[in-house]
């Protein structure tokens, strides 16, 4: 009981702390640093389609079990502002009708634990106790060198099962609450921030799809009413 209070207690510091924190990624340069980009009516857009590879070095969470990973840079005019939402963003694979919205982070973390509950053996006891803490550390500016300092979970969580009062295998990564809890607070914070901007902003969209092999991908961005096609 302990153990389960104060992992709960840390966990709640590290929400309140990252909700204080800047979200999303350092923007690039310009726009045309990224793989594919674009301009509409003063509004330049950079995007890049992550790798499984290139998602595990970024995310501790498992993101690409479950979906596709997009980074999107968004540089708004001189002296304007932009209206950021993921509702103007879709994935298609081109030359189909059916394209996907990005999802929230709630949602590719209740995914992910989704997939990694293990299912206890039928008519045998089950009992879960907390195995290890767990942390995150949020993203911030260095006092020292004014770099900003990525975020990222620092240490893991789990959960020890027993079967039958003899012991049993552990459930996968991810399957208890607080792990669930600590994939949001990571997809939140990476995520592209919404709302207005005045400055360049970026982050990742989440599309809840597998990958398909030999597919090509276009992110589509609307923006002030017209369509801007970026082939990923």
């Known amino acids: 009981?302990?153990?389960?209070?104060?992992l709960v207690l840390g966990l709640s510091c590290a929400l309140a702390l990252a909700a204080e924190g800047p979200r999303g990624t350092v923007p690039r340069a310009a726009a045309d640093k990224y793989a594919a980009h674009a301009e509409q009516k003063g509004v330049a857009i950079g995007a890049s389609l992550l790798t499984a590879r290139e998602a595990g070095k970024v995310f501790t969470t498992e993101v690409d079990r479950c979906c596709m990973v997009v980074e999107v840079a968004l540089y708004p005019p001189k002296?304007?502002?932009?209206?950021v939402s993921l509702d103007d963003f879709s994935l298609r694979i081109v030359g189909q009708d059916i394209a996907n919205k990005p999802s929230s982070a709630e949602l590719v973390a209740g995914k992910l634990h989704r997939k990694a509950e293990?299912?206890?053996?039928?008519?045998?006891?089950?009992?879960?106790?907390?195995t290890v803490g767990i942390g995150y550390e949020t993203g911030g500016?260095?006092?020292?060198?004014?770099?900003?300092?990525?975020?990222g979970v620092?240490?893991?969580?789990?959960?020890?099962?027993?079967?039958g009062?003899?012991?049993?295998?552990?459930?996968?990564?991810?399957?208890?609450?607080?792990?669930?809890?600590?994939?949001?607070?990571?997809?939140?914070e990476k995520g592209l921030p919404e709302g207005a901007a005045s400055a360049p902003v970026a982050g990742y969209l989440y599309f809840s799809q597998l990958r398909q092999k030999k597919a090509k991908y276009?992110?589509?961005?609307?923006?002030?009413?017209e369509r801007v096609v970026l082939p990923l």
């Open 1 to 6: 009981m302990k153990t389960t209070k104060w």
């Open 79 to 83: 002296d304007g502002l932009t209206e």
């Open 118 to 130: 293990p299912e206890p053996p039928h008519g045998k006891d089950v009992t879960i106790s907390p």
């Open 141 to 151: 500016v260095d006092p020292v060198t004014g770099q900003r300092r990525p975020g």
């Open 154 to 163: 620092v240490t893991s969580t789990g959960v020890g099962v027993g079967i």
């Open 165 to 188: 009062g003899g012991g049993g295998r552990p459930p996968r990564p991810g399957a208890s609450e607080a792990d669930r809890r600590t994939m949001e607070l990571e997809l939140r």
């Open 218 to 225: 276009q992110l589509e961005y609307t923006v002030n009413g």
